[in-house]
């Protein structure tokens, strides 16, 4: 049987992420928060040895407005409803460098031992709206990889789709673009196809977090399968939702919940592959980094007992690649 493996993934985007929902009506603080945490999670991460995919959307890679500029592509996403464009929004609103470029932080990524930078695309792009194209789509990895290899020397090698958007008729796209591994939806039907949200989805999404209502969501390593032309889809198994402020009962329920589903993958050998955006920690940073500690102590804990192994997504990738060819020849 094989280790248990604690996978972590995060969307890490500031208000890139968020523009088409908040416009400027974001709390300053949230996001200045956010860049004092970004230090703490690694330092965190690098005292227990856990590894990470820092999904990171390209355009906090640029220094200032002239290089976000040069390294935007020429043929930006024409969706029918304009508010989903970030070059649009940033026409309308203009650049604000604390919520828009982190180059200091990635490179705090880089650093540390462990992490792995990836891409949530150059201008968090949406593949599942009306409107934008593959041709587009394929710009836009290219100016992500074009400013990792210029400015910090690296190839991103995985993938998370924004809002979980996960357009498999541009898998391909991915492929040819340098991505070798993309992070996938967990199984359950509420997670599927989330461009077209509901209430159902919504309730039953918020309802798992809490109490099984789907089905469980580690899963072996042997159900990544590999298909040609494709990049490996490794699949989510929860979020870690924010901290809900006054309500301990639902934080700790929530929180129990992810350290007994941890239990279970480490027990039977299983994948377990969480992720949140750091921006989530923004409200409440002292119980966020609480929970964190539990989080990684919880790791600790079953790496003692049972062998449970820490990958990020191109570990997890790699260890699939390998067993692929022993399994062949």
């Not at 996978?7 to 860049?35: A, C, H, M």
């Not at 309730?203 to 399968?225: H, K, M, N």
Request: net charge neutral.
């Amino acid at each position: 049987m094989n280790p248990g493996t604690l996978t972590i993934s995060l969307d890490f985007e500031l208000l890139w992420g968020i523009f088409d929902k908040v416009g400027t009506s974001y709390q300053p603080s949230y996001f200045r928060n956010t860049r004092d945490l970004v230090p703490i999670m690694l330092e965190k991460f690098a005292e227990s040895g856990i590894q990470v995919t820092w999904a990171t959307v390209g355009m906090l890679f640029a220094e200032n407005e002239e290089e976000w500029k040069a390294y935007s592509p020429n043929f930006l996403p024409s969706y029918r409803d304009r508010k989903y464009s970030a070059y649009e929004w940033i026409k309308k609103h203009g650049i604000r460098p604390e919520v828009h470029f982190a180059p200091e932080l990635i490179q705090k990524i880089i650093e540390t031992p462990g992490q792995e930078l990836g891409s949530h695309s150059f201008a968090h792009y949406y593949t599942l709206m009306r409107g934008q194209s593959p041709e587009q789509f394929g710009e836009d990895l290219i100016a992500t990889q074009k400013i990792a290899k210029d400015k910090f020397g690296v190839k991103l090698d995985s993938l998370v789709f924004p809002r979980n958007h996960i357009n498999e008729l541009y898998l391909g796209i991915c492929v040819e673009n340098g991505y070798r591994y993309v992070r996938g939806n967990p199984k359950n039907w509420f997670w599927q196809e989330t461009q077209h949200e509901n209430l159902s989805k919504k309730f039953f999404r918020s309802a798992d977090c809490f109490f099984q209502v789907g089905a469980r969501t580690s899963y072996p390593l042997d159900e990544i399968q590999t298909f040609e032309n494709e990049p490996l889809i490794i699949p989510a198994s929860r979020i870690l939702r924010p901290i809900v402020k006054g309500n301990p009962l639902m934080n700790s329920s929530r929180l129990s919940r992810i350290l007994e589903e941890m239990e279970f993958a480490a027990k039977n050998g299983e994948v377990y592959h969480l992720w949140w955006h750091p921006h989530n920690f923004g409200k409440d940073p002292i119980a966020s980094l609480k929970e964190l500690g539990q989080i990684l102590g919880q790791f600790i804990k079953l790496k003692d007992a049972y062998g449970m192994q820490s990958l990020h997504m191109k570990g997890i990738g790699e260890l699939v690649e390998q067993k692929s060819i022993i399994t062949s020849e």
